[in-house]
């Protein structure tokens, strides 16, 4: 990597006398107009991306995601690969102090098809960041640039906060609406979705996964139920033994509840779970069969919390089991109808379970799991364990 110079933009210049260039305060009047008008967040960053080439007069530009290490737009005269933007941003961001928003490149020794200078703007607020480029001899951006680049960052994240704001309260409505209605569906296991919640939970914070997969954790737990939305009441309330055609329909209920999670696009990663976590590890389970590792993480650790709420619950039909007689339930079943590594980080947090767990109420984990999935929309990362070292 050639020169990279940190900025610190004064005010911006009018630029409108350069050849060919348009205003690019008119460029950003257009930019406010778009996003106010964008129907979603793929839609926001191309118009950032585009407004930003203009304003700057950039023979390319591009949004690189840090997190995911995609370039997800790409805008301007000139044709540039998305593999090759990937290479290149991240280049710039090794070369970059950790605490600097801008930055300019410049090549002294410039080469045929290669840019001749480049402007970054990142901000602690996302992960991606814009990047300008230039192909033109002895071009290079100045702090005007910079500061154009970076009021059409700014801009892109002010819309995006106004919108992700109504749309972290929309979830949290339906997610307490969904629970809701599952307890309403079955009164005498109400609080069970919340209890595995948390349990689960417990369980994802021994095994040393990130906050944000615990959160996904969380927020599968109070929806792995969401399915039984469309199985009869008189079949889930049903006293005694249910018949083979009334089972085989209470087993639809995974099915049912991919369907409806996958039909709010924010919950799509926890499809796995809420799909899965009736799988057994031996592959005897439903609906899929699967069977050990191929069974996702989350539904893996799901399907222990479950199990351990039902049996220390009282059902219609018998008693809670005692904590004793659920720790003997996992270590016969370990290996069989529980992934083994799941087991042991529950037996490990077991005191915090019996009987704590029985407090009621979503509270803030519900909205701080929402909160983490709308502003990571364009991010949305698989369940991974940690490395082994950390789930000692």
Not at 97 to 112: I, K
Not at 334 to 363: C, N, S, T, W
């Amino acid at each position: 990597m050639s020169t990279i110079m940190p900025h610190h933009p004064h005010a911006l210049t009018d630029r409108s006398s350069d050849t060919g260039r348009r205003d690019p305060w008119s460029v950003l009047e257009g930019l406010l107009h778009t996003l106010t008008e964008a129907t979603n967040s793929s839609h926001s960053i191309q118009a950032t991306v585009q407004a930003a080439a203009e304003a700057i007069s950039a023979d390319a530009a591009f949004w690189f995601s840090r997190s995911s290490g995609r370039t997800l737009a790409v805008a301007g005269p000139r044709a540039i690969e998305p593999e090759w933007c990937g290479r290149f941003a991240r280049s710039m961001l090794d070369h970059m102090p950790t605490d600097d928003e801008m930055c300019v490149w410049t090549n002294p020794h410039p080469v045929a098809d290669q840019p001749t200078a480049a402007v970054l703007c990142r901000s602690a607020k996302t992960h991606g960041c814009i990047v300008g480029l230039s192909y033109t001899p002895g071009r290079a951006f100045d702090d005007g640039d910079v500061k154009v680049a970076r009021f059409t960052l700014k801009m892109l994240l002010t819309q995006r906060t106004q919108a992700q704001s109504g749309i972290k309260h929309l979830l949290s409505g339906l997610l307490q609406s969904l629970t809701t209605i599952i307890d309403a569906k079955d009164p005498y296991t109400a609080g069970h979705s919340e209890r595995v919640a948390r349990i689960a939970n417990l369980i994802a914070r021994q095994m040393g996964l990130a906050a944000d997969q615990m959160g996904d954790v969380y927020l599968a737990g109070l929806l792995h139920d969401v399915g039984k939305i469309g199985v009869r009441d008189d079949v889930l309330q049903k006293p005694g033994k249910l018949t083979r055609e009334e089972y085989e329909e209470v087993q639809q209920h995974p099915l049912i509840g991919d369907r409806i999670v996958a039909s709010i696009k924010p919950f799509d990663r926890l499809r796995a779970g809420v799909r899965h976590h009736h799988e057994r590890y031996d592959g005897g389970g439903y609906p899929d069969r699967l069977a050990k590792e191929d069974i996702p993480l989350l539904a893996r650790i799901l399907c222990v919390a479950d199990a351990c709420d039902a049996m220390m619950s009282a059902r219609r039909y018998r008693p809670a089991r005692t904590p004793i007689d659920i720790d003997a339930e996992f270590a016969r079943q370990a290996g069989k109808q529980f992934d083994p590594l799941v087991i042991r980080a529950f037996m490990a947090i077991r005191h915090e379970v019996y009987p704590p767990i029985y407090q009621k109420g979503l509270g803030e984990s519900a909205f701080h799991a929402i909160e983490n999935i709308v502003d990571n929309l364009t991010d949305a990362s698989a369940l991974q364990l940690p490395p082994a070292d950390k789930r000692k």
